[in-house]
């Protein structure tokens, strides 16, 4: 028998980045005079969030800390969860080891000190792991990952390495990680094999995404979902960013975070699915 949307929770996560920490933007030829694009989209976001009580992840770069942390501050206090998205957002699989853990400690080690909670909790930049990244993860104290999507390949991207769509133990992605550590995969579209959120809502609108959430409750699934502040405002043209990165960016996606949010399910953070593991996952 299927599972009800409402008995099954969602989990809402914001990869917490400006434009300039996105690799569109940072191979990019030209640049913007504007600072921290995307910043001005998170009273948005918690609006709409405090609108529908719901709570939220937001996967942090803590780099951000030095330029505007007021930001991280309120996110926190206003009781959303706050995991790392890394220090300066570089993808993991061109650091060495040494610098792979240093972003992963330094990251988490800034959020605490700035939010007074503690952070368990990562996801990599553009889902970049490598061959140590949950022993890494294990070293530098965090409890559970959220960096593996289970989609098909998607050429130039990510993709075709995984197809475990629940939360689990890491040691079911990856037979050498940690036990105790837990995965938390990010939703994909059954039978189709794409993403439900990120640049797929934009592309497919928000129809698609609400479907695929959906489909996945009713197989028992929590769907994780995830945008960035930046894809709900008006994008500087920059010369060299490519033309998908500014699809249906702005008022499109303020109006599709809404309609997600007014879906029938409780909206959790992504800690609360992880604790609930054995409800959702196997085991």
Known sequence: MGTSDSTVPAVLSIDLEYFSHTPAYRT??????????????????????????????????????????????????TGHEIGSHTHTHKHLSELSAA?????????????????????????????????????????????????????????????GEYDETRPVSAAEIDPTAPTALTELPVAVMPGVGLPLTGTWIRFFGVRYTILGMRLLARRGIPPVLYIHPWELVDLPRVEGVPARVYVRTGAYMRRALRRILAEPYEFVAANTVVEDRVLYGRG
């Open 28 to 77: 990019a030829a030209g640049t913007t005079n504007e600072s921290a694009v995307g910043r001005e989209a998170i009273p948005t976001i918690l609006n709409a969030l405090a609108e529908t009580d719901s709570t939220a992840t937001f996967f942090t770069v803590s780099e951000m800390l030095e330029e505007t942390p007021e930001v991280v501050e309120t996110i926190a206090d």
């Open 99 to 159: 610098q792979r853990r240093e972003e992963l400690a330094t990251s988490r080690r800034r959020l605490e000190s700035v939010t007074d909670q503690s952070v368990v909790g990562f996801r990599a930049p553009s889902f970049d792991i490598t061959e140590d990244h949950f022993e890494l993860l294990e070293a530098t104290g965090y409890e559970y990952d959220s960096s593996v999507v289970p989609c098909r390949s998607i050429p130039g991207w990510y993709g």
